[in-house]
């Protein structure tokens, strides 16, 4: 609902009035009504009554999907002559007391309204109208267009409220991150994720009363701008909770809102549509920043800021773990897919697969024969490595557990890094000789085992293998939590434009 920073028109009976560049708002007892003012920007025309009309029909209308007891219709306003002059909305007042910024600010518990909140808007985006001309604001090329064009209004404000080269920093990795994940933009189209939703989520207009919070003011004026996917919509309010503070409360709605509504949406694509979020949120700062807004012109860069943290976060990559057997590198692929929640595939795995066996089953065979010719060996380094460009471009990064020592097929991985717009680290685990031939009796005397590899191959795999340079060194030979830390530190890298003092 507008108002002005100054005031507190939701005061209980108090009456007020409150104002924005396109409205004002009257507040009395248990009532407000919003009058439209008559002006033209470059968004929205209320330069004629009945424009303004149609805009209260649309705004009641689109509201009453999440809040039908709130928006109470809308009133014609007469003259002394009886004629109608002008068009009012007429509204529930709602209580300050319970919006859902203000209960954020104070430290108050908002669990409880917090499921609540995700549990209407997945209700909300199940049933909201979609189309094949909704669905279009949700193709990788829209998506794209939107990033650009803020990026280019943006422009001029680089080097006075906006610090340029996170500016870029950020253009780039949207950019970078859209262009690698077309499959996934379309399988959100094509499973209907794709709708006419609510367009400005944000806790100053989110109530949350005993029977449950009441969510108003959805964009009317622009109906282009309610249209998009269903994880950008119910972003935008995790966005406003991290600008206010509170990042577990982010984190916290974003699970809920996931479960309720089934979502199977990689992380990434989250971070993103948080992301895209922000900037559009600092884009606002630095418009409100240049008509007198002091506020706002630290609110810009600090929603930059968040933008490019989560853009960081959804940075999509195709981890390496290589070694020789016995060198640990199933257990740090282990960990660092544990760690971060990523897929993990494994070529002992895969290689028994295609040949019709259980992963434990025994294939043990002389080196370079069985399941273990060059043959078998280029098969299955090409099945995995079909495999994880497949989610690669549905934004799941991916860690691939091999031995990585014939230098062709990390070439291979490279390129579809490259052409999936992944980040592609690379990391060799390393073991004494003794320490590994250990390992492998140990794992032998174990029982059934996914590798099939003995001593004796892998001294006849370190004859063969080829330097690995470009690989960061993981040395396991101490404990494992030490090797998978280091690890991390490789595969959590930062791009350089993010080394200046960004934090979440």
């Known amino acids: 609902m507008p108002r002005r920073a ?57 509201n009453r999907r999440l809040s039908p007891d709130v928006y109470l219709g809308v009133a014609d306003v007469r003259g002394p002559d009886r004629r109608i002059c002008e068009h009012m909305v007429v509204m529930r007042r709602m209580p300050a007391e319970a919006r859902l910024s203000t209960l954020v600010r104070q430290g108050a518990q908002v669990d409880v309204a917090l499921r609540r909140v995700a549990r209407a808007v997945a209700s909300f985006h199940a049933a909201a109208e979609t189309s094949p001309r909704i669905a279009r604001a949700g193709s990788a090329r829209a ?29 780039a990795m949207a950019r970078r991150y859209v262009a690698g994940r077309g499959p996934l933009f379309a399988a959100r189209i094509a499973g209907g994720k794709v709708r006419d939703g609510h367009g400005d989520l944000l806790a100053d207009d989110i109530y949350c009363l005993d029977d449950g919070p009441r969510i108003l003011d959805c964009i009317e004026f622009d109906d282009s701008l309610r249209h998009g996917d269903v994880l950008a919509d119910v972003a935008f309010l995790a966005m406003d909770l991290e600008r206010l503070g509170a ?43 240049e008509q007198g ?37 199933s257990t740090l692929s282990e960990g660092i ?31 370079g024969r069985g399941l273990y010719t060059a043959r078998w060996t280029a098969t299955t380094y090409r099945e995995m490595l ?21 230098a062709r097929w990390r070439r291979a991985a490279a390129r579809i890094a490259t052409t999936t717009a992944a980040d592609l680290v690379a990391l060799e685990c390393q ?21 099939d590899a003995t001593p004796q191959i892998a001294e006849r795999m370190a004859l063969a293998a080829a330097a690995w340079p470009d690989a960061v060194q993981i040395d396991t030979t101490g404990r494992a939590d030490v090797a998978l830390a280091t690890a991390m530190q490789a595969v959590d890298t930062e791009p350089d434009v993010l080394r200046f003092g960004l934090t979440r």
């Open 6 to 62: 100054d005031e507190h028109p939701d005061a209980p009976g108090r009456a007020a009035v409150a104002e924005t560049h396109v409205s004002t708002v009257f507040f009395a007892g248990d009532l407000a009504v919003k009058v439209k003012k008559p002006v033209r920007t470059g968004f929205l025309d209320f330069s004629t009554r009945e424009a303004r009309r149609r805009a209260c029909e649309r705004e009641v209308a689109l």
């Open 143 to 171: 998506v794209l267009a939107n990033w650009c064009q803020n990026t280019e209004q943006m422009h001029r404000f680089a080097g006075s409220l906006l610090e340029p080269a996170l500016l870029q920093g950020v253009d």
């Open 247 to 289: 990042p577990q409360h982010a984190s916290r709605l974003l699970r809920w809102y996931l479960e309720y509504a089934g979502e199977t949406a990689p992380a990434s694509l989250v971070d993103h549509y948080v992301a895209y979020r922000a900037q559009v949120r600092s884009k606002v700062a630095c418009l409100a920043a």
């Open 293 to 329: 807004d002091v506020d706002a012109a630290a609110d810009a860069m600090r929603l930059l800021r968040l933008a490019a943290a989560h853009l960081s976060a959804a940075r999509v990559r195709l981890v390496l773990v290589g070694g020789l057997p016995g060198s640990g590198k």
């Open 337 to 367: 897919a544990t760690q971060r929640g990523w897929m993990v595939l494994r070529s002992d795995e895969i290689r028994k697969e295609l040949a019709g066996l259980d992963a434990h089953a025994n294939a043990s065979a002389p080196y």
């Open 386 to 406: 079909s495999r994880a460009e497949r989610a690669l471009r549905h934004g799941e990064s991916v860690v691939l557990d091999a031995s990585w020592t014939d």
């Open 431 to 451: 073991a004494s000789s003794g320490i590994a031939r250990q390992r492998l009796r140990d794992r032998a005397i174990r029982g059934p085992r996914i590798s």
